[in-house]
């Protein structure tokens, strides 16, 4: 059984900068990050595999980045000029035995408990 934990989140100004955790157990081929504003649909942010190969959101290249650590099975997302428009709650998913790449939130069945991210204007 796989478990994700997110940590990392809180409240920055425009401009600033936050580095989300999300650490894993289980049999892990990659890690996706998502994201939920009040009132919108959870939407794909950022993926990652093991060996560094990732794709982002169009909303967030050159903003955010995605690194691995396999020895402490976690994997990060620094997110550096924040804008209000950042703000949500941030998920970290994984699927069942598979690293393929996918924008599609339902392709995955493990999901952390979400870390709140807040920027302020």
């Known amino acids: 059984q796989v478990q994700l934990v997110e940590s990392g989140g809180g409240l920055v100004q425009t401009g600033g900068s936050l580095r989300l955790s999300c650490a894993g157990s289980?049999?892990?081929?990659?890690m996706a990050w998502f994201r939920q504003a009040p009132g919108k649909e959870r939407e794909f942010v950022a993926f990652?595999?093991?060996?560094?190969?990732?794709y982002y959101a169009d909303s967030v290249k050159g903003r955010f980045t995605m690194s691995a650590d396999s020895g402490k099975n976690t994997m990060y997302l620094q997110m550096n000029s924040l804008k209000p428009e950042d703000t949500a709650r941030f998920y970290c998913a994984s699927k069942k035995r598979s690293g393929l790449f996918s924008r599609a939130r339902e392709h995955y069945e493990y999901w952390g408990q979400g870390t709140q991210v807040t920027v302020s204007a």
């Open positions: 990652s595999r093991w060996d560094g190969t990732t």
């Open positions: 289980g049999d892990i081929y990659a």
